[in-house]
């Protein structure tokens, strides 16, 4: 009897003590994680990262891309182990009459259309699709399809939002762009052939070719209007729908005049062949509007919607889906926890905070945010979102799964807590069974919460903003007039 006693303290104590190991070896992985963040961080970035304690914050944009027509900023998403699929959040701004150029990605792409319209083509099965997208629109573009977005729009700046899914890439670098179109800037990827070769291939003059090459020299997005280009972008562009259709089909038979078949990349790199529904085939996916989808929860404090591959075919193939949430002034998204995906997302518009637990139980961030801030949350962490109390509070984001993330709430009336009302559970708190009960029924409210007392009030930001005026990051509020994201 006294052996078995002996032999079962010991047990405890070798478990406590592999317990305590354990802790102490992820805890100083976080330390080691968190140190190696802020010493990439450049001086600006480091100062704001500790006034907010935000490692959750991403980082500044970046911009990849930038014409007189436009331009596309990147955020890098944060890597290490924590972090089950890597994603990166893409800005793109396109001017009036402006037009992303012919390429393809080495990385999945889906488009958010916050402002404006957009035509976005691309090869679906060997034709081509048009689609016309419009704010709301979500939109899936695979990793080597070919594509391009116009900004038909007469006055109206196009902002898009997407992610871009590199789990396909070449690791190059965040993703690589492969150039259809192009000239001396960007470089079509035609042009790394030799001269000879292309002559050949296209059976054409080498000065034909020349001339062709070489005549694009805007950059990746550029003007399609009489005043900028005068090319058959421009002609295109200023057709009706019906008109351009049988220009394009007059085109790829061989009817087009002199000018156009020089000018046309749909003739020159051979990309289409047959009959007009050949080129705008009808069975491609469309695109799917997040604002039309009935919310998945709704009540007096607000409403989340998810589009997941379920809901949008095309999702099931990227691995990814999106989420737009509204909070009225002053309420809460209940504390919760993502089991299957770590989420990326941007604030659309109003103010609040973001709160997120480490898994053993200490704070990791409490920041305020407001439009233009992004964060992200790792798979499995505890977090909440609160609105401020004097406006509603959006965000929209992508998740890194298809699949139904069922996020499980561990407060309210739908917590996990009431299904674990059992002895157990009140054991666990070390309380009884009756007071367990009464703890955890005195939320009647489910998902979207009332919470004027831990919702902030506008003017804890005005420091952050004073600090933009001198110098340092600065959100731009105003998707409609501005860029999205911008730094002094």
Known sequence: MGKGVSFLLLALVLCYGVTVAMGYRGEKQWRKERERRE???????????????????????????TTDAGEMRLVRSPGGRIVDKPLHMGFITMEPQSLFIPQYLDSSLILFVRTGEARVGCIYKDEMVERRLKIGDVYHIPAGSTFYILNPGEGQRLHIICSIDPSESLNLDTFQSFFIGGGTHPTSVLAG????????????????????????????????????????????????????????????????????KEWSWWKLFGMFSGNERRVFGDKAPDSYNIYKRKADFKNDYGWSVAVDGSVYKPF?????????????????????????????????????????????????????????????VPRYFAFCQIASRSSPFEFF???????????????????????????????????????????????????ILPSASAAPPDEDLKEREEKSEDGGPKVIRNFGDQMIMGFD
């Open 39 to 65: 010493e990439e961080m450049e001086p600006e970035e480091e100062e704001e990262s500790e006034s907010r304690k935000s490692w959750f914050l991403m980082p500044k944009s970046r911009p990849v891309m």
């Open 316 to 376: 099931k193939h990227s691995g990814t889906g999106v989420f737009l949430v509204n909070l009225t002034a002053g309420s809460m998204m209940a504390p919760h926890v993502n089991p299957r995906a770590t989420e990326y997302g941007i604030v659309l518009r109003g103010t609040g905070r973001i709160q997120i637990v480490y898994p053993n139980g200490t704070l990791a961030m409490d920041a305020r945010v407001r439009e233009g801030d992004m964060f992200w």
């Open 193 to 260: 052939f030799g001269p000879e070769t292309l002559s050949t291939a296209f059976n054409v003059s080498m000065s034909k070719l020349e001339e062709i090459m070489r005549g694009q020299q805007e950059g990746p997005i550029v003007h399609v209007t009489k005043f900028h280009a005068p090319s058959i972008w421009t002609k295109l562009s200023q057709l009706q729908e019906q008109d351009r259709l049988k220009q394009v089909k007059r085109m790829i038979q061989g009817e087009a005049d002199e000018e156009e």
């Open 397 to 447: 984001g992508f998740t890194t799964t298809s699949d139904k993330n069922r996020p499980q709430f561990l407060v309210g009336a739908n917590s996990l807590l009431h299904t674990f009302n059992t002895p157990e559970l009140a054991a666990a708190f070390g309380v009884t069974e009756e007071r367990m009960r009464r703890f955890i029924n005195a939320q009647k409210e489910a998902v």
